[in-house]
């Protein structure tokens, strides 16, 4: 009987995965803080802890290209994937397709 829930537990997470269409698969276990000086270990368990979630906190990641801050949402998506139902996650491709960058056309003469 524990093999049957075990087995429809990782079917169901697998199933949010794919659902969420992640860009890449990053965790927050692979995220690493010592790279990222404005984020202590402290703070990224509080996040990972998602009581922001709880409270109906919003979270607005930012900084310069290149700090992690793809690998931090892909990261607390995939633990929100653990936990989250379908009807309260938002779909992270959509979201991802409003928050990625985008490159502006270079105008002939000014690039």
Not at 97 to 106: H, W
Request: proline content about 6%; aromatic content about 8%; overall charge positive.
């Amino acid at each position: 009987m524990a093999h049957e829930v075990n087995t429809r537990e990782k079917r169901r997470l697998e199933k949010q995965l794919k659902w969420a269409a992640f860009p890449e698969y990053k965790t927050l276990e692979t995220f690493d803080v010592r790279e990222q000086r404005s984020l202590s270990q402290k703070q990224l368990n509080q996040l990972q802890e998602l009581h922001w979630l709880e409270q109906a906190y919003n979270l607005l990641l930012l900084g310069p290209p290149g700090v992690g801050k793809s690998h931090l949402a892909t990261g607390l998506g995939i633990e929100l994937s653990g936990v989250a139902t379908k009807s309260i996650s938002p779909a992270w491709k959509n979201l991802w397709d409003c928050l990625k960058p985008r490159r502006l056309p270079v105008l002939p003469g000014l690039g």
